[in-house]
């Protein structure tokens, strides 16, 4: 019953900002990585920025110097601070997380989130 849940997603103007969040619930867990990936329209679902427990952050080399990523382990959260939007950030954003629930590692995946960049 893992549930990742997004919020923060909305319209913006091109060079503006946006922060989004994902909460993970659904009983004791260890969440190892996180990570925020990307989906454009008629496009492959990319890699936007991962976070481990413990250790570097690695970043597209698109949003490199304008997103963040971040997480706070007790709350078990992570978020997503993107500036100097542009129209090619446009996408669905989805928040994922490598998690051992009871022993067993799995990858679980939020429903998502809208950003629209416009121009």
């Known amino acids: 019953q893992v549930q990742l849940v997004e919020s923060g997603g909305g319209l913006v103007q091109t060079g503006g900002s946006l922060r989004l969040s994902c909460a993970a619930s659904?009983?004791?867990?260890?969440?190892?990585?996180m990570a925020w990936y990307r989906q454009g329209p008629g496009k492959q679902r990319e890699l936007v920025a991962r976070a481990p427990r413990g250790g570097s952050t690695n970043y597209a080399d698109s949003v490199k110097g304008r997103f963040t990523i971040s997480r706070d382990n007790a709350k078990n959260t992570v978020s997503l601070q993107m500036n100097v939007l542009k129209p090619e950030d446009t996408a669905v954003y989805y928040c994922?997380?490598?998690?051992?629930?009871?022993?067993?590692?799995?990858?679980?995946w939020g429903r998502g989130t809208q950003v629209t960049v416009s121009s």
């Open positions: 659904g009983g004791i867990f260890r969440i190892n990585a």
């Open positions: 994922n997380a490598n998690i051992v629930r009871f022993g067993v590692p799995d990858s679980y």
